[in-house]
């Protein structure tokens, strides 16, 4: 076959069909594989019919289609299925092509394919890619990283298949070395996870406290996004719980309360712990996720354990528009905590992350996309060194002005027995980040008590460390101080 198809792609499930029709949709050709070759049948024959995508049914075939510098994207299942992919294609490839995955690979994966490919001549790309099967249809939000003499050759081709934002800037960039692309888009999913259990949250609280029907509350997540909470996630749940099931009743009230992950949430929140980042909000959506499972414990104990029973007697308007703030600083909090993480790794793994940049990827395209982002956007163009988003102008005044709404609802919430992972993790941590001295002088103190693990003292330089002999018998050996 002579080689005729701008770049090749592996994987023709629904996310793989609906890439292949948006890039040849942009004027590229396509060039399709699928282990299965009665996929390709399928997909040429249907969803393909009438355009220029072409079908290739072996990997000696599917290689032989690629204009040079080949390019390939492969659109399959994280982990192990990749390595193979790898394995059965890149003996195949030449000096400088490159393969992309598109997939929801670990960055650590990501870190190690880069330099192995590159070791062999040819060119790794990680493409963290989101938006669902829409966004891969008409526009995703595409994050590249891995070998950065790559990006040139796959720019046309990637930028041209994201989304845009309305001056036609694409949601799309390079984001830094080898496993960065996979690394922000693990970040991005895990705020997506806070981003729901907070609406979540918000849901529970009206529907709770203020007994609102599920049309009612539908109503008050639109009016919302005509607003600062103006999202995709927002969106769709105003339109979830106006669904109406075939009898007339909300669907909503018939899906059972125990929620899935497919892993990227639970990555973020154990990269912070090894990071030691407080990426409370992300840890505790995953958690809440985690305790939705439990459904069998949950009704037992529902039957034994108690809680208030208090009927909210409060000024119902009221209520909602500070929920909205509340919500809408609890946002500002979990995006400072994400970029708070992208920072600590950049210095661990030595990238070089342009946030607002980052920001701008997501404003159109994926799951979290909002207008919230083109603040942030704005922040790291005002100050492109900004050290955490709470102290940008914009968000200080805007945390600020939210400041007593947020903590109303949370008190009403507590007292009416609602849990609120998010919200009030939210809060908990925006006060000890604001806080110039915490508790932790006695958490040291407890630790050199039983574990000669020394302590700083404030009234000495940093670096100098002490040890009490608190009980006058556990003499003058310490443990030293490291950072596990």
């Given at each position: 076959?002579?080689?005729?198809?701008?770049?090749?792609?592996?994987g023709?499930?629904?996310?793989?069909?609906?890439?292949?029709?948006?890039?040849n949709?942009?004027?590229?050709?396509?060039?399709?594989?699928?282990?299965?070759?009665?996929?390709?049948?399928?997909?040429?024959?249907?969803?393909?019919?009438?355009?220029?995508?072409?079908?290739t049914r072996?990997?000696?075939?599917?290689?032989?289609?690629?204009?040079?510098?080949?390019?390939?994207?492969?659109?399959?299942?994280?982990?192990?299925a990749?390595?193979?992919?790898?394995?059965?294609?890149?003996?195949?490839?030449?000096?400088?092509d490159?393969?992309?995955?598109?997939?929801?690979?670990?960055?650590?994966?990501?870190?190690?394919?880069t330099?192995?490919?590159?070791?062999?001549?040819?060119l790794?790309v990680?493409?963290?890619?989101?938006?669902?099967?829409?966004?891969?249809r008409?526009?995703p939000?595409?994050?590249?990283?891995?070998?950065?003499?790559?990006?040139?050759?796959?720019?046309?081709?990637?930028?041209?298949?994201?989304?845009?934002?309305?001056?036609?800037?694409?949601?799309?960039?390079?984001v830094?070395?080898?496993?960065a692309?996979?690394?922000?888009?693990?970040v991005?999913?895990?705020?997506?996870?806070?981003?729901?259990?907070?609406?979540?949250?918000?849901?529970?609280?009206?529907?709770?406290?203020?007994?609102?029907?599920?049309l009612e509350i539908?109503?008050?997540?639109?009016?919302?996004?005509?607003?600062?909470?103006?999202?995709?996630?927002?969106?769709?749940?105003?339109?979830?719980?106006?669904?109406?099931?075939?009898?007339?009743e909300?669907?909503?009230?018939?899906?059972?309360?125990?929620?899935?992950?497919?892993?990227?949430?639970?990555?973020?929140?154990?990269?912070?712990?090894?990071?030691?980042?407080?990426?409370?909000l992300?840890?505790?959506?995953?958690?809440?996720?985690?305790?939705?499972?439990?459904?069998?414990?949950?009704?037992?104990?529902?039957k034994?354990?108690?809680?208030?029973?208090?009927?909210?007697?409060?000024?119902?308007?009221?209520?909602?528009?500070?929920?909205?703030?509340?919500?809408?600083?609890a946002?500002?909090?979990?995006?400072?905590?994400?970029?708070?993480?992208?920072?600590?790794?950049?210095?661990?793994y030595?990238?070089?992350?342009?946030?607002?940049?980052?920001?701008?990827?997501?404003?159109?395209?994926?799951?979290?996309?909002?207008?919230?982002?083109?603040?942030?956007?704005?922040?790291?163009?005002?100050?492109?060194?900004?050290?955490?988003l709470?102290?940008?102008?914009?968000?200080?005044?805007?945390?600020?002005?939210a400041?007593?709404?947020?903590r109303?609802?949370?008190?009403?919430?507590?007292?009416?027995?609602v849990?609120?992972?998010?919200?009030?993790s939210?809060?908990?941590?925006?006060?000890?980040?604001?806080?110039?001295?915490?508790?932790?002088?006695?958490?040291?103190?407890?630790?050199?008590?039983?574990?000669?693990?020394?302590?700083?003292?404030?009234?000495r330089?940093?670096?100098?460390?002490?040890?009490?002999?608190?009980?006058?018998?556990?003499?003058?050996?310490?443990?030293?101080?490291?950072?596990?």
């Open positions: 076959m002579s080689e005729q198809a701008d770049i090749g792609l592996v023709l499930a629904v996310m793989g069909q609906n890439l292949a029709l948006n890039m949709d942009k004027g590229f050709t396509v060039a399709v594989y699928n282990r299965t070759t009665e996929k390709v049948d399928r997909f040429i024959e249907n969803e393909a019919k009438g355009t220029n995508i072409i079908g072996s990997i000696e075939e599917f290689i032989g289609s690629l204009k040079r510098p080949r390019k390939l994207i492969l659109m399959i299942k994280a982990g192990d990749v390595d193979k992919t790898i394995a059965s294609i890149e003996p195949l490839l030449d000096e400088g490159i393969i992309i995955d598109g997939g929801n690979s670990n960055f650590h994966d990501s870190i190690r394919r330099k192995d490919i590159e070791s062999k001549g040819k790794f990680g493409a963290g890619i989101s938006g669902g099967e829409e966004g891969a008409h526009g939000s595409i994050m590249p990283g891995g070998s950065p003499s790559a990006w040139e050759s796959v720019k046309p081709i990637l930028q041209a298949t994201a989304a845009k934002v309305p001056d036609g800037t694409p949601c799309c960039d390079w830094g070395e080898d496993g692309g996979h690394f922000v888009k693990m991005h999913n895990g705020i997506e996870y806070g981003d729901m259990q907070l609406i979540c949250e918000a849901y529970d609280l009206m529907s709770q406290v203020l007994g609102m029907s599920e539908s109503e008050v997540f639109k009016k919302w996004n005509t607003g600062i909470l103006d999202s995709f996630l927002i969106e769709i749940t105003s339109n979830i719980l106006a669904y109406l099931d075939d009898d007339g909300p669907l909503i009230r018939k899906i059972m309360d125990t929620a899935s992950q497919k892993g990227t949430g639970k990555w973020t929140a154990i990269t912070a712990l090894e990071e030691g980042t407080p990426l409370t992300i840890g505790e959506a995953v958690f809440a996720r985690f305790l939705s499972t439990f459904k069998d414990e949950r009704v037992k104990a529902s034994v354990l108690t809680g208030p029973s208090i009927e909210f007697d409060g000024d119902k308007e009221q209520f909602i528009n500070d929920l909205e703030q509340a919500v809408y600083a946002k500002i909090t979990s995006y400072t905590q994400g970029y708070m993480l992208m920072r600590d790794a950049a210095a661990t030595n990238w070089h992350l342009n946030y607002g940049g980052i920001a701008l990827m997501w404003r159109e395209g994926c799951i979290i996309r909002s207008v919230f982002l083109t603040k942030i956007q704005e922040a790291y163009a005002n100050n492109p060194e900004l050290e955490n709470l102290l940008d102008d914009y968000f200080q005044a805007e945390v600020t002005n400041q007593n709404a947020w109303k609802v949370l008190a009403t919430g507590v007292m009416h027995g849990p609120m992972p998010i919200m009030s939210s809060l908990a941590f925006y006060d000890g980040y604001r806080s110039e001295t915490l508790p932790a002088n006695l958490l040291q103190a407890q630790r050199d008590y039983f574990g000669a693990h020394t302590y700083e003292r404030v009234d330089e940093r670096g100098e460390w002490f040890h009490t002999n608190w009980t006058g018998t556990g003499g003058d050996v310490t443990a030293g101080t490291y950072d596990a």
